[in-house]
């Protein structure tokens, strides 16, 4: 085993193999949710002349997104386009790559244990369970997941080579110096929880104190990675002003969000050592109780710090390093700046744990590590291989059906509202999901619940700026079901749904055109087949008076006017839909048809 793992080669080699062997079955997955907005919807997807905006302009997923707080990943929308110009629209080299990343994170984990001066073997032991770990199928298998798997591979490689760059600079070289500050750089720009590096190094430093700072130049190389961090966060607020004042401004919030952290920290650990629940949207109602949360929290921070305590030498190092890693790369997601799902749920995604995983792993292993000699000739080395394999296949087994969750939205918003049954979003979630697969009646039923927890949010959000965009969920949520309705042939449900959607107040936050318009228009469509035609012709302009861009509502009043044998009107209105839109080919059909009368 010692030979095996002298040669860095073969440990890549085998991690890949079992990497690829437990994510195999993701690499068949589509594109499920986010993936389709960043990647399947995204217009600039296939662009180079437009990237450098990227860099010079906040991200958002969409407008419905718009309470919660946006972000600023410029080189993780040029890692979208690269995967693009390589794998184009087929999911499964998105997939393969984002495997591939995981792998080369397990070797860089157990490249960081040898640098932590680990032994090989437990390096190894911490790079393997972090691969197999069933809550990492939420970064792996998900393609949108990728921001933690790149910005963990610069977090790490920034840990390293710092780490090197150290030992190299106490000798009076400057070997590894210049990569460090690029390698973190590069992870700023990827995801805002690289900020953490710099205090994790910082923490090794005081732990590792016997050469803290013996070399003047080790101390410029720190302190250059906190200037970088200065920067970033500059220009973020540049990007996003006002942003920490009004996430910080309503106290009563704050503080409940904070109050919810011992919750939050719990459930954290509750699925690194017992990966039983994972799911979708994993969320912490700021609202529930906190009295009993916070007596366990504060009895595991006890234990954890006993731990630390009773280790000695190394193990005490690694296991308090371990601490400091786990809980600086969670700080940045524990929402004191707001990641609201909905309402009073605030995201505590798995994804998150991408990076606190490792710090959490290493404090095992100095546990582990603890264990292992006070207990040395009472419980053979036999044994302790034995049940460190009995983890790394039941971890591999959940992780292979964790995949499985991802291979269509059904399925992954079936399972997190297994989880998350107050969670209203999801209920609209799984039934758009349904009626994309035609499952009409479950639909309605999803949508109807969705609608009574969106319409009490309404009620409760007063006159706030998160009225707004509850107010849009319900708009849209009527007007999907009025589709579901026409779908199955129902036009009398089908009108009332798209009239409800119409008649409501249209949210100043947001552009609701496109979806009042589409409304107006397919009621009058309602209309032409049950021969109202009066009112389908007035919904027709309606529709048009909503959106004036709307080209399908155009197209189909120059039908009507058509059918109703006023050629002219007609032509008029199906050259004003091409002059809104020349790729809208319905329109030209309609015009050439209409020329050749």
């Known amino acids: 085993m010692k030979t095996f793992l002298r040669s860095r080669w073969r440990v890549l080699f085998v991690l890949a193999l079992i990497g690829f062997a437990v994510y195999a079955n993701a690499i068949g997955n589509p594109f499920v949710h986010d993936d389709i907005v960043f990647i399947q919807q995204n217009p600039s997807i296939g662009r180079w002349d437009d990237i450098g905006l990227a860099f010079i302009r906040p991200s958002m997923l969409s407008a419905e997104e718009a309470i919660r707080v946006p972000y600023y990943r410029p080189f993780l929308e040029v890692i979208y386009r690269l995967e693009f110009s390589i794998f184009g629209m087929n999911p499964a080299g998105f997939h393969f790559f984002n495997i591939a990343l995981h792998i080369l994170n397990a ?47 610069f977090c790490l490689a920034t840990m390293v080579s710092y780490m090197r760059a150290r030992e190299s600079l106490l000798k009076g070289a400057a070997r590894w110096s210049f990569v460090t500050p690029i390698f973190f750089f590069l992870a700023l720009f990827s995801k805002e929880q690289a900020v953490a590096v710099p205090f994790i190094i910082l923490a090794y430093e005081f732990l590792w104190r016997k050469g803290l700072f013996q070399s003047f130049l080790q101390w410029v190389l720190l302190a250059v990675l906190f200037w970088i961090l200065a920067g970033y966060l500059f220009w973020r607020q540049a990007m996003f002003p006002g942003m920490m004042s009004g996430a910080l401004q309503n106290t009563g919030e704050l503080l409940l969000r904070l109050a919810s952290i011992p919750r939050t920290v719990l459930d954290y650990l509750g699925i690194i050592y017992w990966p039983s629940d994972l799911h979708y949207y994993r969320s912490v109602d700021i609202l529930l109780p906190k009295i009993v949360p916070a007596l366990l929290f504060v009895s595991v921070v006890s234990l954890v710090m006993t731990v630390c305590l009773v280790l000695v030498g190394r193990l005490r190092r690694w296991a308090w390093l371990g601490v400091a890693w786990f809980a600086v790369s969670l700080l940045p997601v524990l929402n004191i700046i707001p990641l609201i799902n909905e309402y009073s749920f605030i995201l505590t995604a798995e994804h998150f744990l991408y990076l606190p995983l490792i710090g959490g792993l290493i404090f095992s292993a100095a546990a582990v590590g603890w264990a292992h000699r006070t207990l040395y000739g009472e419980i053979s080395p036999f044994v302790w291989r034995g049940i460190f394999f009995i983890i790394l296949v039941i971890f591999s087994v959940m992780t292979i059906r964790q995949n499985f969750v991802w291979r269509g939205e059904i399925p992954l918003f079936e399972r997190t509202l297994a989880f998350e049954p107050g969670f209203g979003r999801v209920h609209l979630l799984l039934a758009k999901a349904y009626a994309k697969a035609g499952r009409f009646p479950e639909a309605l039923v999803e949508y109807a619940r969705g609608l009574r927890i969106m319409e009490d949010y309404v009620k409760k959000a007063g006159l706030s700026k998160a009225r707004d965009v509850y107010l849009n969920y319900v708009q849209e949520a009527h007007f999907e079901r009025g589709e579901c309705y026409r779908a199955m042939g129902r036009l009398r449900e089908s009108t009332e749904e798209y009239l409800w959607a119409l008649g409501m107040k249209a949210p100043s936050a947001y552009d609701v055109s496109k979806c009042t318009s589409s409304a107006a228009n397919n009621v009058a469509l309602n209309f032409i087949r049950t021969g109202d035609r009066e009112r389908a012709r007035r919904f027709f302009e309606l529709a048009i008076r909503i959106d004036a861009h709307s080209v399908e509502a155009m197209n189909n009043l120059g039908m009507f006017f058509l059918e109703e044998g006023q050629a002219e009107t007609a032509i008029f209105w199906f050259e004003r839909a091409i002059k809104r839109d020349p790729l809208f080919h319905p329109a030209w059909e309609n015009l050439k048809r209409v020329q050749n009368l």
């Open 107 to 153: 070797f860089l984990v157990f490249l960081l244990g040898i640098s932590l001066r680990l032994p090989r073997a437990w390096s190894f032991c911490i790079a393997l369970v972090f691969l197999v770990h069933p809550l990492q199928s939420e970064a792996v298998a998900c393609i949108s997941g990728i921001s933690n798997l790149i910005t963990t591979v």
